[in-house]
């Protein structure tokens, strides 16, 4: 039972930003947003998370709506290591429910 | 490298048979958690543990399946009678704390089971 919606495929050229979209409407008041991905064959990479504001750290920026039901994860300029499946959770405990994702290809 | 380790990366056993795999977590980290992945799926949790207290258990852990967090530190993962169904890539995570925080995963163990 995903609380979230996401595409599951996205392209993206090299050097421009990617913005990956999450939709979590049945989001609860202290449910956090978080973002990972995976690299084949690799462990989860953690990237980003936030509950009310806009984040930003060195990987990528994390938009939430206002009202908190929608989210875009932006990389501000990908390359061809970004290619990965990018998973957008909703989480307020410890069990991270991690979907299907959108698998994001970064083309030359 | 996320600072979270497991060991064996791959394992390859024959039905019926015991495996048990290994997870260091970063070690000021007081959680643990157990996920597991098949191919094409998204990971799934498995259980996790608060210091050496085991908290928490999916569904998914039939009683095949035992995990055991001794004073807190690395965990043990362990099947028991393995089957085909078993194939997977098991996760290990840890986090610093519960609500707000990140997990951080290791590489995982590839389990084949023949």
């Known amino acids: 039972d995903a609380k979230t919606t996401q595409p599951p495929s996205m392209d993206c050229a090299e050097g421009r930003a990617a913005n990956l979209p999450c939709n979590h409407s049945t989001i609860s008041g202290n449910e956090y947003v978080y973002w990972y991905r995976q690299i084949h064959s690799q462990g989860p990479q953690y990237i980003i998370h936030?509950?009310?504001n806009n984040e930003t750290n060195e990987m990528a920026s994390l938009i939430i709506t206002e009202d908190r039901k929608s989210s875009t994860l932006i990389l501000p300029h990908a390359t061809l290591r970004d290619t990965a499946v990018y998973y957008c959770?909703?989480?307020?405990?410890?069990?991270?429910?991690f979907g299907k994702g959108t698998s994001l290809l970064v083309t030359p | 490298d996320t600072g979270v380790s497991q060991d064996p990366r791959h394992k390859i056993t024959k039905r019926g048979q015991n495996v048990t795999f290994r997870c260091d977590p970063i070690?000021?980290?007081?959680?643990l958690y157990w996920y597991r992945q098949t191919l094409g799926q998204g990971p799934e949790f498995l259980t996790y543990?608060?210091?050496?207290?085991?908290?928490?258990k999916s569904r998914l852990l039939s009683d095949r399946f035992s995990a055991e967090r001794p004073k807190g530190s690395f965990s043990t993962l362990e099947i028991q009678r393995t089957e085909q169904g078993d194939s997977a890539m098991y996760l290990c995570a840890s986090s610093l704390g519960h609500w707000g925080y990140e997990q951080y995963f290791g590489p995982g163990t590839r389990l084949t089971v023949t």
């Open positions: 959770i909703v989480d307020s405990g410890y069990a991270l429910n």
């Open positions: 543990f608060q210091n050496e207290a085991q908290l928490e």
């Open positions: 936030g509950l009310k």
């Open positions: 070690s000021e980290h007081n959680r």
